[in-house]
């Protein structure tokens, strides 16, 4: 069964960190492209990180970059997504995404909340 499910969401105070997971399987974790993506209230979903099956070359929202940082293990077929710094503007709903040419697999999402 082709599944990614994410995990290490919650509530965190503004300038707090967490770290997201997410875990893949049915599928051929190495060969495919990973990325984070986030859909707040009454916003669209937007991509936030993603990183590359190959040479592992990484990609960032301007709006997160240098407090975010992308990264996966094949061994473990997971993929990362430290969050520093977090601000209020960062709460949403954080969806994994594994993409191969015309083949693409979502996570269910985990909650984020931002707020003291």
């Known amino acids: 069964q082709v599944q990614l499910v994410e995990s290490g969401g919650g509530l965190v105070q503004p300038g707090g960190s967490l770290r997201l997971s997410c875990a893949a399987s049915?599928?051929?974790?190495?060969?495919?492209?990973m990325s984070w993506y986030r859909q707040a209230p009454g916003k669209k979903r937007e991509l936030v990180a993603g990183i590359a099956s190959g040479d592992g070359s990484t990609n960032y929202a301007d709006s997160v970059k240098g407090r975010f940082t992308i990264s996966r293990d094949n061994a473990e077929n997971t993929v990362y997504l430290q969050m520093d710094s977090l601000k209020r503007e960062d709460t949403a709903v954080y969806y994994c995404n594994a993409r191969r040419t015309m083949q693409e697999v979502w996570g269910q999402g985990t909650q984020v909340t931002v707020s003291s």
């Open positions: 049915g599928f051929t974790f190495s060969l495919y492209a």
